[in-house]
């Protein structure tokens, strides 16, 4: 069955520190890619996505993910953290449905 | 520990016909309970979300509704199908009782309207 693994459950940074969140799925045809993110007291939004062409794909506030097929990796970077970055990060999976497949969830806690 | 259950996984129905789609929380009480929506390929749109019984708030105006008929039960429904209601529903919900809101997802339902 296809699953979606994120690593690192909680990883605290200062501001300023680069970011680089592990997500990893297990599918072997064409995947579609999502990084969701949830800041305190808000609701799930979109940060970035990846369907085809250029792997490396840039979102919104500084951030870009890679898709390297080969390791079945999509992970999320940025190069200097701001303590407004402090919110939860899911990675999800589309596949050929419509079905989405999250991971559980990175818990990024940025201090001034 | 505290589960998530979506039912039914799939589901294909004819347009017109109503829907019932339901999910329950347990280990948990008073959780916040949230419908999501993904379709054709795109992101998540969040579609309801509760914070108590009786408690709904509607995010996108549409053909859908959503009640909350006790403390860990979500249902998400319509009375007349439409072909665009088809796509991926997800059941989600969070703690109320601490700083951290993380979600929890069920397994989703896939809806085709045909």
């Known amino acids: 069955a296809q699953s979606v693994s994120q690593h690192n459950h909680h990883v605290i940074l200062s501001e300023a520190a680069s970011l680089e969140l592990g997500c990893n799925y297990s599918y072997g045809g064409t995947v579609n890619l999502f990084w969701y993110v949830q800041y305190p007291g808000q609701h799930l939004q979109l940060l970035l996505k990846y369907f085809s062409g250029d792997p490396l794909v840039k979102g919104i506030k500084g951030f870009e993910a890679e898709f390297i097929k080969s390791k079945f990796s999509f992970n999320l970077r940025k190069p200097s953290v701001q303590w407004s970055d402090t919110a939860e990060y899911f990675c999800a999976v589309n596949v050929w449905t419509d079905k989405l497949i999250f991971g559980t969830g990175t818990r990024l806690q940025v201090f001034p | 520990s505290q589960t998530i259950h979506q039912w039914p996984a799939t589901l294909v129905q004819p347009v017109g016909s109503p829907l019932s789609l339901e999910c329950t929380v347990e280990?948990?009480?008073?959780?916040?309970l949230y419908w999501y929506r993904q379709a054709a390929g795109r992101g998540l749109q969040l579609l309801f979300y509760?914070?108590?019984?009786?408690?709904i708030s509607s995010e996108v105006p549409q053909n859908l509704s959503a009640s909350r008929p006790q403390d860990r039960q979500f249902i998400l429904s319509s009375k007349k199908l439409l072909l665009s209601d088809s796509g991926f529903y997800l059941c989600?919900?969070?703690?109320?009782?601490?700083?951290?809101?993380?979600?929890?997802f069920g397994s989703g339902t896939q809806l085709s309207v045909l």
């Open positions: 509760s914070v108590g019984i009786g408690q």
């Open positions: 280990g948990t009480s008073n959780p916040n």
């Open positions: 989600a919900w969070s703690k109320t009782d601490s700083n951290n809101e993380k979600l929890f």
